[in-house]
């Protein structure tokens, strides 16, 4: 049972990105996921955060109205695009899933480990 990320890379400042969060070993429509991001040097952060069935989302206000999350229950896949890249957007970013936890409480999280699935990380460096 795991979460694998993909899509991270390296990218110029202005550019875009997709990452996908897919879950092998069971099945992500019943858990709220989140995407996480940790910064050379710096703590982690909630990043976006989706429900079960996609209509409640939440975005730090470092990525609002830049990066976009949605998922696909039928693909068993949660993505984040990330649109309008900075260079402080570089870190790797994880996603996570956790049965209990609303939206709002999982953002505001900061330890991986408080929740019941977590991937191991893909890697974003915005540079020109």
């Known amino acids: 049972l795991q979460l694998v990320e993909s899509g991270g890379g390296l990218v110029q400042p202005g550019g875009s990105l997709k990452l996908s969060c897919a879950a092998s070993g069971f099945s992500l429509n019943t858990y709220t996921i989140g995407w996480f991001r940790q910064a050379p040097g710096k703590e982690r952060e909630g990043v976006s955060c989706?429900?079960?069935?996609?209509?409640?989302?939440n975005y730090a206000d470092s990525v609002k109205g830049r990066f976009f999350i949605s998922r696909d229950n039928a693909k068993n896949t949660v993505y984040l695009h990330m649109n309008s890249l900075r260079p402080e957007d570089t870190a790797v970013y994880y996603c996570?899933?956790?049965?209990?936890?609303?939206?709002?409480?999982?953002?505001?999280?900061?330890?991986?480990?408080?929740?019941?699935?977590w991937g191991k990380g893909t890697l974003v460096t915005v540079s020109s």
């Open positions: 989706i429900s079960m069935s996609g209509v409640i989302t």
């Open positions: 996570a899933a956790d049965r209990l936890m609303t939206v709002q409480a999982m953002c505001l999280k900061r330890d991986l480990d408080a929740m019941d699935y």
